[in-house]
């Protein structure tokens, strides 16, 4: 299948459908690692530290689509969660164990206008949420859980205890 004819009907270059469990791959991205969602659509295969269990968050994608350096400027090493961890793995080994490439196939406007907002109204959710909030959500549970705040702002990458208070 050509890359244009792939495109067309929604998939990637392998044949593969985007969409579906990459986008709850992105959202648990965002939730079990307070990953912003230009970091998460920007993740990389070489990026996942398998026997550290923690992703090196180096590049953020904008929604232009411009590849760049993270908010901050600065790389940073964020722990996984047994359930993301799981998760990855799964998906590494049905994408055939890639050594690079986009961990989460999809889109940064397609998954917060389309898939988030699909996962919240099957969730019954209807506030106005918005993929930001997961990333909130991450650092209250850690908090709620007696993480130390120094530990939860290094892991949002904040380049001060500050920010995150």
């Known amino acids: 299948m050509s890359d244009r004819a792939a495109r ?4 990637d270059r392998g ?9 709850f791959l992105c959202t648990l991205l965002c939730l079990d690692a307070g990953l912003r969602l230009g970091e998460a659509t920007a993740l990389d295969w070489e990026d996942v ?3 550290r269990r923690s992703l090196h968050v180096r590049r953020s994608l904008s929604p232009g689509k411009h590849l760049g350096p993270t908010k901050s400027g600065r790389s940073r090493s964020v722990a996984m969660s047994r359930r993301l961890m799981a998760e990855l793995l799964k998906a590494h080994m049905g994408a055939g164990r890639p050594a690079s490439g986009a961990v989460a196939l999809v889109e940064h406007a397609n998954y917060r ?3 988030f907002r699909r ?6 959710i209807m506030q106005h949420v918005t993929p930001h909030g997961l990333r909130d959500t991450y650092a209250s549970h850690l908090l709620s859980a007696g993480v130390q705040l120094a530990y939860v702002s290094a892991q949002l990458g904040h380049s001060d205890v500050a920010i995150t208070a």
Do not use: I, P, T, Y
């Open 49 to 51: 530290q398998w026997d």
């Open 15 to 23: 044949g593969r459908a985007r969409g579906g469990g990459c986008a």
């Open 8 to 11: 067309r009907r929604g998939r």
């Open 113 to 115: 206008h389309r898939a």
């Open 119 to 124: 996962m919240l109204k099957a969730a019954g």
